[in-house]
Nanobody, 115 residues
Framework: QVQLVESGGGLVQAGGSLRLSCAASGSIFSINVMGWYRQAPGKQRELVAAITSGGSTNYADSVKGRFTISRDNAKNTVYLQMNSLKPEDTAIYYC?????????WGQGTQVTVSS
């Protein structure tokens, strides 16, 4: 089993920055990829960014150049640095961990970007 604890969500003005953190615990040795998804009301859940155990990254087109996903293997933590935030980035952000046999989710953290 893997447990994910998110932090860093909140309210920020357009153009501002925010950093989300996701700390993994449990059977962390089985995690192959970690990432961030988001879902706004009435919208589809979408992958924001992901990073593999080997360091490969993937970003949604809407956040390329503004968001950066990174990892700290010693702390079993993945980060999402969000810069130049837009109101369209407002959503619940979920941490995700893909393991050998299962997929795990955090409880989500609200990010609200005001105009």
């Amino acid at each position: 089993q893997v447990q994910l604890v998110e932090s860093g969500g909140g309210l920020v003005q357009a153009g501002g920055s925010l950093r989300l953190s996701c700390a993994a615990s449990g059977s962390i040795f089985s995690i192959n990829v970690m990432g961030w998804y988001r879902q706004a009301p009435g919208k589809q859940r979408e992958l924001v960014a992901a990073i593999t155990s080997g360091g490969s990254t993937n970003y949604a087109d809407s956040v390329k150049g503004r968001f950066t996903i990174s990892r700290d293997n010693a702390k079993n933590t993945v980060y999402l640095q969000m810069n130049s935030l837009k109101p369209e980035d407002t959503a619940i952000y979920y941490c995700n961990a893909g393991a050998d046999w299962d997929n795990y989710w955090g409880q989500g953290t609200q990010v609200t970007v005001s105009s």
